[in-house]
């Protein structure tokens, strides 16, 4: 085993007593990402400059880690994964960036994303599909599939992600480790591409729980940058982690997560159902209460086709910026109107230009009341419903999608038809801006799957302790992707 | 039939006295230098975010209470969605739908030159962000992001004024509350005042078609624009083809004075406006706008009804001396100085604008200041000179930039009242003229000034002409 394979703490003491420096695991990250690029496509960039750092009693100090595309990155390419900004440079760097450079972390890459995050898949990159670790065959899911499948390789222990829908959760799941987006405005989104402003989190993707409390500790703080930033200095996430949840109420949503639910089940739903169970019962074991909840129906329905209302309204607006004039490769033509077009009909992908058709639309005078203000509304009504559940339980358990990994080859893109809201109920904190963590917990036909836990906001602390537990009592912490051989 | 025209206006200020812009933290400052003052978040560089400038908050919730609004209870934004090179964003944050506007459903009073009233009712008035400046030259645009998110309030009026007078006195009053409260320089020339006009007119109690005219800069275009459109629409009427005049939206040609279309109505842009995510909603205590309230400074009809009546002023004068603040500053600081208002005001109103206009420069910049006008004028007062040499004594200090009492010294400017003296100096000119003495005696009465005349030439203005007055009467009576 390689160094740069372990966690962070166990890092930090190596560095601490000399037995490893800041510029050898820079290297072990650099090659292995070099080793790892062409299988995956998981970079848009490896940073051979990457210098390393002195070591402080700061734990991230000295230790690389990645950075997804999507994160302006000071002097550092950072393209979106999007042709509209292949050479696009930044000369700032995100807060969430800039806040761990300040405790000496090295970012190492940027990672590839589906396109300005957009996408569920990890196919619609500008550098190509990223391929997930387990099976080369299978996708990661997306958007932070770059900075999934390379933390699942061991490049780093961590890469950071964002999450709109379930941009890191679902990708942690499919790659078979921990991605945790803490509660909105906790990292500041300073410097995040835009997706959908309301909806986007900053996050990242580990292989321990342990680690995610310590990197989000690393990322977090008011930004005066970003209003919708809120002051967390109080909190102190890593120190206060406890595998002591004893007590602790959970909640399920029954419509979602019964097999009963789903007639025509594969076998693969039904493993991955009876897995959660199994889940369920682990965290009986632990001293917590499970109880089965009923949702309207209605109201879960509606979830995937609110997300894509407004997700896509937010989107159109927010990418309203990219023109060619100011940054970007400047298309030819004889206006700025037709300049304007040429740009962006070459530089965005088909995927993105119907979600942006789809945000014109239900923004328009004439649809906004019926698509947009509606699915607002509906979406405050999921809250509140979801928060009313919160004050009797201290945390949501649910599955994460109907299984591991899918095969690339027949994918559909993301925004689909499909309305299974079992494949899209995450989106579900994006809504409330919960806190929300995904860890594996278990493999159907070796591939790994996942269990999200989310809790009311600012009960981060309360989420990543119940998902500390629960890594402690399973056998998948700290999991490397094995390439799985038929 | 008498046709009447109905004018609405969008008056769009620029805050000029904040030190930041409204959704950025870079400098809110007028430059000759482009991109001088820019931030990332100016020029919509993936990533940046709006935050929002509490002082321009309070200094439209002001606004706001002085046109007697409803404010919001909470304060948001929108943004309103279009494509144009000087939006870096794709959008501007602004305030579009009820109750977004930091102001809604006001009025304000405006008094006219006859002392006539007439009450301007106000739609809303909202805070938001400025775009980048543009130039085109020959074969290319340029664009200039100094101007980019400098903080813009837009006062929407309903159509309620019936003139270009009215429009322009209206105008011309809400430029000096801007003034008056430390809001802006509200300077057209640097486009701080921009404005939208609409026009309509009718035979009667019903509006007519509307007509937009975008972006006039300035007041006098805004007098010209109306006027045009009265005009082209009146003269429709009247050739029976009322029909032919459309819902539109037209742009001002300053070297022609004529309104040009631009687009249909038809063809309207949907703004797409929604709530901007990235600023949160945040309540508007009441305290707070109590003590925005009470820091409302004295506004200009205050000022003006207070040199009437409490200094006897006329109107006209009064109205004059309160259109720029620094001119009723510079009014107010005589008053401090003890100068007696309305010597102050004449000395204003005539020499001290006259230079101003002249020069075309800010009555801050007048040499002469209200200290130095002090001396100028209690030397008057007191005798030592005459209100010629005052007059004098005013061009040579501003001339030669140096103090009032040197320049007297300097030049020797005492008024001669010795009455031994002038009498000796009336009789030479007496003798002199024995042949106009005659004339005088024969009923030619205007030789007095002839004599005044002479006596001034004699003592080259030094003479106290009251005293010349008085000792002259008693020497041809005798």
Known sequence: MSFIEKDIESLHELLKKGEITSAELIKESLTKAHEVAQKTNAFVTIIDEAKPTEVTDDLLSGIPYGVKDNYSTKGILSTGSSNTLKDYVPFFDATAVENLAKKGAIPVTKTALDEFGMGGTGTTCHTGVVHNPWDYKRMCAGSSSGSAASVALGVYPYALGSDTGDSIRKPAAYCGIVGFKPTYGMISRYGLFPFASSLDHCGVLTRFVKDAAIVTDGMKGKDPKDMTSWDSKDIHLYQNLTTNVAGKKLFYIKEICDIENYPNASQELKEHLENFQKTLHLCEKLGMEVTGVSINKDLLNAIPSVYVVISCAEATSNLSNLTGFIFGPRAEGSNYIEMMKNYRTKGFSPLIKRRFIIGSYVLQKENQEKYFKNAQRVRRLIVDEIKSYFQKYDALIMPVGTGPAKLLEGSKDLLKDDTDVLEEHLQIANFGGFPSITIPNGFINNLPVGVNITGNCYEDQQVLNIAYALESEMPYKGQLAKEVTE | ?478
């Open chain 2, 1 to 478: 039939m008498k046709i009447i025209p109905t004018i609405g206006l969008e008056m769009h200020c620029e805050i000029s006295k904040t030190n930041t812009k409204v959704f950025s933290g870079a400098k809110n400052a007028y430059s000759e230098t482009p991109n001088e003052n820019v931030l990332p978040v100016d020029m919509a560089f993936p990533g940046t975010l709006p935050t929002l400038n509490k002082e321009c908050v309070r200094l439209s919730l002001m606004m706001s209470e002085i046109l007697h609004c409803k404010e919001p209870e909470y304060m948001y934004f929108e943004r309103k969605n279009y494509y144009y090179p000087d939006l870096p964003k794709g959008y501007q944050i602004t305030q579009n739908t009820p109750p977004a506007p930091v102001g809604m459903g006001g009025y304000i009073d405006i008094e006219r030159e006859d002392g006539s009233q007439f009450t301007v009712a106000i739609d809303n008035i909202h805070l938001e962000e400025d775009s980048a400046s543009m130039n085109h030259l020959y074969d290319v645009s340029t664009i200039d992001y100094n101007r980019a998110g400098v903080p813009l309030l837009e006062l929407v009026t309903t159509p309620c004024l019936h003139s270009a007078d009215d429009a322009i006195l209206f105008l011309e009053y809400m430029k000096a509350i801007y003034q008056y409260c430390d809001i802006s320089e509200a300077d057209p020339k640097k486009g701080q005042i921009r404005c939208d006009v609409n026009v309509s007119i009718s035979e009667n109690d019903e509006l007519g078609t509307k007509v937009e005219i975008k972006n006039v800069n300035s007041f006098s275009g805004v007098r010209d624009a109306i006027n045009y459109e009265i005009k082209r629409q009146t003269e429709a009427l009247e050739a029976g083809k009322y029909s032919e005049i459309e819902q539109e939206t037209r742009r001002y040609d300053e070297e022609s004075g004529t309104t040009i279309r631009m687009r249909s109505k038809v063809d309207a842009i949907d703004y797409k406006y929604f709530v901007e995510p990235n600023i949160p909603k945040y309540k508007i205590s009441k305290d707070w706008l109590a003590k925005i309230k009470e820091s409302i400074p004295e506004l200009p009809y205050e000022r003006k009804h207070k040199y009437e009546k409490q200094y006897g002023l006329s109107s006209y004068d009064a109205n004059t001396l309160i259109k720029e603040k620094s001119v009723s500053d510079y009014f107010e600081e005589c008053l401090k100085e003890n100068i007696e208002a309305k010597t102050a005001a004449n000395w204003i109103l005539s020499m001290v604008l006259g230079y101003v206009y002249k020069e075309d420069c800010q009555i801050e910049d007048c040499f002469v200041t209200p200290k130095r006008l002090k001396v100028i004028t209690e030397n008057i007062k007191n005798g030592t000179i005459s209100s010629k040499q005052g007059k004098e004594l005013f061009n040579y200090t501003l001339e030669l930039k140096q103090e009032p009492e040197q320049i007297m010294k300097e030049k020797n400017m005492v008024q001669i009242s010795d009455e031994t003296a002038l009498a000796s100096i009336i009789d030479e000119v007496l003798n002199e003229n024995q042949s106009q003495i005659e004339l005088y005696h024969q009923g030619r009465t205007n030789m007095f000034d002839y004599f005044v005349g002479q006596v001034m030439k004699k003592t080259r203005g030094q003479a106290n002409p009251v005293k010349v007055k008085e000792i002259l009467t008693n020497r041809l009576s005798q």
